[in-house]
């Protein structure tokens, strides 16, 4: 079982940046995939963001692309979510994400780890 903590959810004004971190509750070569997920009211979890541990790929929506980085702390399970010019849609719950499977579409049920998330209210 791996349990997933995130940080770093704020209230923001439009164009503004924030940082989102994830710990793992233990380090583990065994995790693949780590990401970031995010739920808006009445909107289904919609991907974010996924990085690939062993490969370092990176993967984003197109929503986020240009605006948010996906990024590891060095040889620890930690992963971070650099936030920049966000807008007000992306205000939601921002979910991190971790499995062991090879592979990753960057959609919900491709993970099997989910932390409690961290608000991010983006305001005018």
């Known amino acids: 079982q791996v349990l997933l903590v995130e940080s770093g959810g704020e209230s923001v004004q439009a164009g503004g940046s924030l940082r989102l971190s994830c710990v793992a509750s233990?380090?583990?070569?065994?995790?693949?995939?780590m990401g970031w997920f995010r739920q808006a009211p009445g909107k289904e979890r919609e991907g974010v963001a996924h990085?690939?541990?062993?490969?370092?790929?990176?993967r984003y929506a197109d929503s986020v692309k240009g605006r948010f980085t996906i990024s590891r702390k060095n040889g620890q399970n930690v992963v971070y979510l650099q936030m920049d010019n966000l807008k007000l849609e992306d205000t939601a719950m921002y979910y991190c994400a971790a499995t062991y499977k090879d592979y990753s579409d960057l959609r919900a049920t491709d993970f099997n780890f989910w932390g409690q998330g961290t608000q991010v209210t983006v305001s005018s």
């Open positions: 990085l690939d541990m062993y490969r370092f790929d990176t």
């Open positions: 233990r380090y583990s070569d065994s995790i693949r995939f």
